[in-house]
Nanobody, 124 residues
Framework: HVQLVESGGGLVQPGGSLTLSCAAS???????MAWFRQAPGKEREGVTN????????FYVDSVKGRFTISRDNAKNTLYLQMNSLRPEDTAMYYC???????????????????WGQGTQVTVS
């Protein structure tokens, strides 16, 4: 059973940057992973994904050019670099993972079966 733990959230001013991390409890080399976010009163939204060996990433339009997903399989850690943050980026951010025999590129939450507890990002 994989456990995911996010960190790195916080309060940042508009235009600022944050880097989120997601540490996995085991070998994540074969897992497709993703970042989601959920703002109060809104549905969970897929932000970006990454294939097991890296690459193959898609981004929701609202973060393109500002956010970058990456992973370090040697450290079993997923990252989300967030630049030029906006108040509308305020949300709880979750990392997610799924094990398939191929890269999962979906940004639908139903595609993932392992979830972290979330880390809050507030842009104000």
């Amino acid at each position: 059973h994989v456990q995911l733990v996010e960190s790195g959230g916080g309060l940042v001013q508009p235009g600022g940057s944050l880097t989120l991390s997601c540490a996995a409890s085991g070998d994540m080399t074969s897992y497709s992973m993703a970042w989601f976010r959920q703002a109060p009163g809104k549905e969970r939204e897929g932000v970006t994904n990454i294939c097991p060996r890296g690459g193959g990433s898609f981004y929701v339009d609202s973060v393109k050019g500002r956010f970058t997903i990456s992973r370090d399989n040697a450290k079993n850690t997923l990252y989300l670099q967030m630049n030029s943050l906006r108040p509308e980026d305020t949300a709880m951010y979750y990392c997610a993972a799924v094990l398939r025999g191929y890269c999962v590129t979906s940004l639908r939450s139903i595609a993932y079966n392992y979830w972290g507890q979330g880390t809050q990002v507030t842009v104000s």
